[in-house]
């Protein structure tokens, strides 16, 4: 196994858009509705610029998701497939796994 990977190399799953911003509330009542229609979230991160917030949520099955959302009044944007690395918690983890990448893509061109 490469230096750097843990057991699980990498996966593709769905980065999905989710308007979180001005409902109360907003943030529990979005996990309570993908939980209830068993819909795992496999990572999200929220992000505040410019005075706008914008919430990423990576699914396996964004037209779900996207459905189940839309059902429980949740404004939904772009989707876009991803890949997810698992990195071993230790420093240089990532720079191993970057230089690997940059080698693979200079030799394929």
Do not use: K
């Amino acid at each position: 196994m490469p230096e750097g990977f843990r057991s699980s190399i990498s996966r593709r799953v769905q980065d999905l858009i989710v308007d979180l911003e001005g409902r109360p509330h907003a943030l529990a009542a979005f996990a309570e509705a993908m939980a209830a229609a068993g819909l795992n979230i496999e990572g999200m991160c929220g992000l505040y610029a410019d005075g706008t917030g914008i919430d990423h949520v990576l699914v396996e099955d964004a037209a779900t998701a996207r459905r189940i959302l839309a059902d429980a009044g949740f404004e939904t944007g772009a989707e876009r497939e991803v890949l997810v690395v698992e990195l071993e918690d230790r420093p240089g983890a990532l720079a191993a796994v970057a230089s690997r990448s940059a080698d693979a893509v200079s030799t394929s061109t």
